[in-house]
């Protein structure tokens, strides 16, 4: 594919642009009493969670409430009482190595960027404290992929028909969500799928 062949490009968010920050070592400062081997599954545990009811943080008010029953996983898990400021706060995120330089070489392209996340509403403070905002010309969080809906929302405020867009994500589900869409699709790392534009 030819980035000629392109008017805009949809990313995922996590696992394509950002990456949890490990964040066992800070809990475990919070949580000394326990291992940290516990901490980590109770994470686990956690995050599958998470995962499943993203799309319920579409707000202040339901994302305080999606981070409260989260944090209630965690403690359960591992027998703790940790509060939700304390949690959500040990959780940090970082730019994936070599993502601002495929950004640049994308909005360079000509081509339009959004992204598109499986993520509560908190994705837009996530993309403005890692310094990547300004990328995008749009950014549509709670996604539920592999439902299409999302990407065809970030289209729609794009002005691109489907045939035109590039969807780069890291799992199945983007795959299969860009596929229902009509989109072309690449799977990270989004370096890789940078350098087949020619």
């Known amino acids: 594919m030819r980035a000629a062949d392109l008017d805009a490009v949809t990313l995922d ?13 800070r ?15 109770a994470f686990a545990v956690e995050g599958r ?12 008010p339901s994302l305080h409430r999606l981070r409260e029953e989260c944090v209630d ?4 898990e591992l027998g703790s009482s940790l509060g939700v400021d304390q949690y959500i706060e040990a ?6 190595p070599g993502a601002v330089e495929a950004l640049t070489r994308l909005r360079r392209l000509g081509l339009a960027l959004a992204v598109v996340g499986n993520w ?5 403070e996530r993309l403005q404290e890692a310094g ?12 539920r992929k592999p439902d299409p809906a999302g990407l065809l929302l ?3 405020r794009l002005a691109v028909r489907p045939g035109r867009a590039l969807h780069v994500g890291d799992e199945d589900a983007d795959e299969q969500a860009a596929r229902a869409a009509g989109m072309h699709f690449a799977r990270t790392p989004l370096t890789s799928a940078v350098d087949t534009l020619a």
């Open 13 to 25: 968010a996590h696992g394509t642009i950002l990456r949890v920050v490990d964040p066992v070592p």
């Open 27 to 41: 809990l475990q400062e919070l949580l000394p009493g326990h291992q940290r081997t516990a901490i980590a599954d």
């Open 49 to 60: 969670f998470y995962r499943e009811h993203a799309g319920r943080g579409l707000d202040a």
């Open 73 to 76: 996983v965690f403690n359960r």
């Open 91 to 96: 959780i940090r995120f970082d730019v994936l």
């Open 120 to 124: 509560d509403v908190s994705l837009h």
């Open 132 to 143: 990547l905002a300004g990328f995008f010309a749009t950014v549509v969080h709670a996604a």
């Open 154 to 156: 970030a289209l729609d």
